[in-house]
């Protein structure tokens, strides 16, 4: 007795308790060996030795409950104590992020022309000079190439100067009718207040048989656009040059700075020019084998729109990563 008494009191944690309890407790323990015997001990013994047993069982069963009980707090004391955190430490203040204002602007974009079904198409940043130019009606040596200072590889490839060859990759790859945009960085050699070496455009293309799209389809999404990105604006059609649309056009809202009345933003003249656009041209399609269709293009900056939502001069704040700039964004 005293002997299972010991081993009770010697257990030193919950586990050694538990595998005590086992040997005396359980099944095939101890006082289950004690009990057996019962069946073969004189009648008239019986009785006293059952009662003394239970006893001793009763006793033990005490002595375990209390031992379990000292066992637990002492475990809860030391998980208290290495689990204790110390509320007199230094923490850092948490910001939370914002999305960059580029980021901001080229996700509103995009979910304009998701919403009409448009497809987004990705290309690679370096791009070869047929994807980059030939194929877009810029042959070798044409004048049109200079309006992009182009960065070049050794081995003639190039960091894509516009996201128009994603036209081509696009018909290439697929057939008609093609509703894409393509959004991503493009590179030129420029850096001043309103260019850095790598910007991002949207592009966009739409293509289908012949007399199906029409510039009058061009002139209707493009409007219905700007006024979703800038609001109740006036928007003009100019003529102007692109190598691979004819006709192509230049896009101006009215001024959101002066409402028109001109002001320092669009140098006086009452109109910002936003993009660039027009029906593509036929030499277009021949480089891509396409006969019998006739669709529309038009490319965007996006960090010009982002100056423009936010009101942003020099648009290299947009690229140091500066914390007061991106602070204004959330
Ligand atoms: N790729 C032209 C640019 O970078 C923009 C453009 C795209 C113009 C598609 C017309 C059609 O300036």
Known sequence: ME????????????????????????????????????????????????????EKKA?????????????????????????????????????????????????????YFVALNFSIEEGPLVEDDFHNFEALNLPKNHPAREMQATFFFKDGNLLRTHTSPVQIRTMQKDSIPIRMIAPGAVFRRDFDLTHTPMFHQVEGLVVDKKGKVSFANLKFILTDFLRYMFGDVDVRFRPSFFPFTEPSAEVDISCIFCGGKGCRVCSHTGWLEVLGCGEVDPNVFEAVGYEDVSGYAFGLGVERFAMLLHQVPDLRNMFEGDIRLLEQFK
């Open 3 to 54: 002997r299972l008494e010991n081993k009770i009191k010697n257990a030193t944690s919950l586990e050694k308790l538990e595998e005590v309890r086992i040997e005396i407790f359980g099944k095939k323990g101890i006082l289950a060996a004690e009990f057996a015997k019962l069946k073969t001990i004189p009648n008239e013994q019986k009785k006293d030795f059952a009662k003394q047993l239970n």
């Open 59 to 111: 006793a033990l069963t005490k002595l375990f409950e209390q031992k379990k009980k000292e066992l637990e707090a002492k475990a809860l004391q030391e998980q208290l104590k290495s689990e204790a955190l110390d509320l007199s430490l230094f923490s850092y203040e948490s910001k939370t992020g914002a999305l960059h204002p580029i980021t901001q602007t080229m996700n509103k974009i995009i979910d």
